[in-house]
């Protein structure tokens, strides 16, 4: 479990705090998504859990650990971070040099090492770019590796800040279902920081956060169908509760229970076959 | 950029010389410039260019690439051996004007001295012809290890060249975009004096200083997330193997230094 509580936290050199008392908790095996405005402090608030910037006002603990300098080594442990620019986080000359390196930080015997890679990166699909040296690669691809570079330390928790946005629809479908597969698998907790309303969708739970506030903390269905909070914080709803919603304006009944794109196309088949 | 463009030389490659291990490449070509220095005759030179025909043959690599090596620092051996052909005393005088003088032992030094360039100049090419830098920083890194027990901070330094590597290409990259970005703006690099064109590097140097430090500085954390700390001991998925032709190299090494101390007491 992550929890944070009463954080007060101000930049350097600045007046203003972004956060004020702020408190929030993230269950274990959850995936949960924040959402909010650019600049809303959704990073910020992910380096802080991952105790990456100066030790806050507050208490912020994940799985029992004090978020302070002296947990760090050990926090660092649970935790994987993916970040928003993929090229500046990017370590080794080559794809499987990166992926490597923090196995080399955790000391992993390097004959152990190439299994745990090819893992890593058949899970991102990135194989074929092994040998690849940063420079011959596109962003979308970076971002994979970065992911891969997470998932070879098997995180406990793994904090995603924007980490797909430059990928494919049909490449970040398949990483986020890969995602979604190992955390029903194993003992993961997600926390993906996005913009992309499928994404949220996916979650089981939505951090909305505004003005160093969290404004609302809900299942994505709840978040997703509140047009108002959804147009305060930037986000456009997904395309199968759009659609939905212009039904119901048409006077169509559709049934409250139908969130997915699936779900809607299956609907409306039945319905105009049993019409027809 | 091509990062294995760096040195601007890596020949691609599958030859002997070009599998052989980084670090006994690095030794070896250290251990060929002292034998140059010391090769005084024309017996112990003439060993030393066979050796090198030897390793360029066995490189396969054009040899248009070992002579660009050369050609860059043609202007230096060429003054540095007119020096010392017009400077020196001994021997047949031939010619003499003031306090210059071609003597027989001028041009035997002058001819000796353009020799002990092309042999350091060509020795040295085949390493960064046949090796990527990504290896050569490998070797360093292993070959730096040693000093460690000076409490040099051995491992921190060879992060720190690895991330150097890593990064040049990047660098590179912002300067085109920024110098791109200048040119659009109407700034032109190519005409006006020499102070003209300095003064229009500046609005390309600021930017990219700035994006380094903050590049600089993203890295740093991204480093500290994935669990780097500098003082702590680390494995390493890079390992350099030492292959049975690495020995057998070692031995012919040995071998022609032995032979090199006999012609150098026979002469
Ligand atoms: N290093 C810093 N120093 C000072 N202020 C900062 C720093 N980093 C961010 N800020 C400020 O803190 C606020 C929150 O930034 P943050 O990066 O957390 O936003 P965000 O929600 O992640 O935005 P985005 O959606 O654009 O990624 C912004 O107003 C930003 O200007
Ligand atoms: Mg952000």
Redesign the pocket.
């Known amino acids: 479990m992550i929890s944070v509580e009463k954080l007060t936290f101000t930049?350097?050199?600045?007046e203003a705090a972004?956060f004020e008392d702020l408190s929030l908790t993230i269950p274990d095996h959850q995936w949960v998504a924040i959402v909010?405005?650019?600049?809303?402090?959704?990073?910020?608030?992910a380096r802080l859990i991952a105790g990456l910037l100066p030790t806050p006002a507050g208490t912020i603990t994940v799985n029992g650990l004090p978020v302070d300098e002296d947990h760090l080594a050990a926090l660092h442990q649970q935790l994987g971070f993916v970040f928003?620019n993929p090229d500046n986080q990017f370590v080794g000359a080559t794809v499987a040099d990166d992926v490597a390196f923090g196995l080399e930080n955790r000391r992993v015997a390097p004959q152990k090492m190439p299994t745990i890679i090819e893992r890593a990166l058949a899970q991102v699909r990135m194989t074929p770019f092994k040998a690849a040296r940063p420079e011959e690669l596109s962003g979308g691809q970076k971002q994979r590796v970065a992911l891969a570079g997470a998932l070879a330390l098997k995180p406990a928790v793994l904090i995603l800040?924007?980490a797909t946005s430059m990928l494919d629809p049909q490449g970040r479908g398949e990483v986020l279902s890969q995602l979604a597969s190992l955390r029903q698998q194993g003992e993961l907790t997600i926390i993906s920081?996005t913009?992309d309303p499928a994404e949220v969708a996916l979650a089981d739970q939505v951090i909305v956060?505004d003005q160093g506030q969290v404004r609302r903390q809900d299942s994505p269905e709840r978040v997703l169908t509140d047009v108002a909070l959804v147009e305060a914080v930037g986000l456009v709803q997904p395309f199968a509760l759009r659609l939905k919603a212009a039904l119901q304006a048409q006077g169509v009944a559709v049934p409250a229970t139908i969130t997915t794109e699936g779900e809607l196309v299956q609907w409306l088949n039945q319905q105009l076959n049993t019409r027809g | 950029m091509d990062n294995r463009a760096l040195f601007g030389m890596y020949f691609p490659g599958n030859s002997l010389i070009h599998r052989l291990d980084p670090r006994l490449k690095m030794v070896a070509c250290f251990w060929f410039v002292v034998l140059v220095f010391f090769a005084h005759g024309w017996a112990s030179n003439l060993l030393l260019i066979v050796l090198l025909l030897a390793v360029i043959r066995l490189s396969r690599v054009v040899f248009a690439k070992y002579w660009a090596g050369v050609r860059g620092l043609m202007g230096v051996i060429l003054f540095t051996a007119l020096i010392q052909a017009l400077f020196s005393s001994g021997g047949t005088v031939y010619w003499q004007w003031g306090i210059m003088a071609v003597t027989s032992a001028g041009l035997v030094q002058a001819v000796l001295l353009m020799l002990r360039f092309f042999l350091i100049i060509t020795g040295s090419t085949v390493i960064t012809v046949t090796t990527t830098p990504l290896e050569l920083a490998d070797a360093i890194a292993a070959l730096l290890k040693p000093l460690k027990v000076l409490h040099l901070p051995v491992n921190q330094l060879a992060m720190m060249l690895s991330i150097a590597l890593r990064f040049v290409p990047t660098i590179m990259n912002e300067v085109t975009m920024i110098m791109n970005a200048q040119r659009a703006r109407g700034v032109d690099f190519n005409s006006g004096s020499l102070l003209k064109r300095a003064k229009h590097l500046v609005p390309v140097l600021i930017p990219l200083f700035v994006a380094a430090f903050k590049r600089a500085e993203e890295l740093a954390v991204a480093m500290e997330a994935r669990g780097y700390d500098p003082n702590q001991p680390r494995t390493k998925y890079r390992q350099l193997h030492w292959q049975r032709r690495d020995s057998l190299a070692l031995a012919v090494l040995v071998f022609v230094t032995l032979a090199f101390i006999g012609l150098r007491i026979w002469e």
Do not use: C, F, V
């Open positions: 930049y350097p050199h600045q972004l909010g405005r650019n600049g809303s402090g959704k990073s910020t608030l928003q800040d924007e920081i913009h956060l």
